[in-house]
């Protein structure tokens, strides 16, 4: 069955790193994009990046640029996340999303979705 | 960089009745880059419209998408119990990918 499966909560200190898998399954990892987006407590939706599985180029919002870095796994056909110095307004749930089929739609919208990891930031 | 802006904020709204959502864009846009999402409360976004007025696999016929340039709308034609929740724009034809603020369905 298709569907993106994402590590467990975490709790983080503050100045700390996380990294978020997201395993992919029921389709063919690296034919589409894999997004991450995070909403924090109460708030909306916000994009954070992009990861192209077949030759792992990734763009990121500038928001996040310099503590933000994508990776895959061709082999475990995952992605990760992992954001540095984390400080309190880190504290967010963090989704993944696939993007579109790259031969034929681009980017794409967002049309599958783990069901997100919370990642806590506090001392 | 792209800025959506969503109304209203918040929609009261009685089962059976018309929704009617705004998305307006700070600057024109390709609406074959626009879409909608649904998200309930402790739950992950799910994907309603994509290119403005396409609906994804499985969405029911009642949830329809128009508009072009800066306006575009999301239209519910007969509300159910099940679609009251929270509903974002996006555009995804540059980076970064933008979502609007949200408006949010709830019962009257």
């Known amino acids: ?9 975490e709790v983080k ?3 700390a790193s996380v990294k978020v898998s997201c395993k992919a399954s029921g389709y063919t990892f ?9 909403q924090a407590p109460g708030q909306g939706l916000e994009w954070m990046g992009i990861i192209k599985p077949s030759d792992a180029s990734t763009g990121y919002a500038q928001k996040f640029q310099g503590r933000l870095t994508m990776t895959r796994d061709t082999s475990t056909s995952t992605v990760y996340m992992e954001l540095s110095s ?13 993007g579109g089929e790259m031969i034929t739609s681009g980017w ?13 930031v506090s001392s | 960089e792209i800025v959506l802006t969503q109304s209203p904020g918040t929609l009261s709204l009685s089962p059976g009745d018309r929704a009617t959502l705004s998305c307006r864009s700070s600057q024109s846009v390709r609406s074959s880059y626009l879409a909608w999402y649904q998200q309930k409360s402790g739950q992950a976004p799910r ?15 009642r949830f329809s998408g128009s508009g072009s340039g800066t ?38």
């Open chain 1, 86 to 98: 984390l400080g309190s307004e880190d504290t967010a749930v963090y989704y993944c999303a696939r």
């Open chain 2, 71 to 108: 306006d575009f709308t999301l239209t519910i034609s007969r509300l159910e119990p099940e679609d009251f929740a929270v509903y974002y724009c996006q555009y995804y034809g540059a980076s970064p990918f933008t979502f609007g603020p949200g408006t949010k369905v709830d019962i009257k």
């Open chain 1, 13 to 15: 200190t503050p100045g």
């Open chain 2, 47 to 61: 994907l309603l419209i994509y290119g403005a007025s396409s609906r994804a696999t499985g969405i029911p016929d």
């Open chain 1, 1 to 9: 069955q298709v569907q993106l499966v994402q590590s467990g909560a």
């Open chain 1, 30 to 38: 690296t034919n589409y994009y894999m997004n991450w987006a995070r």
């Open chain 1, 108 to 120: 794409g919208s967002f049309d599958l979705w783990g069901r997100g990891t919370l990642v806590t």
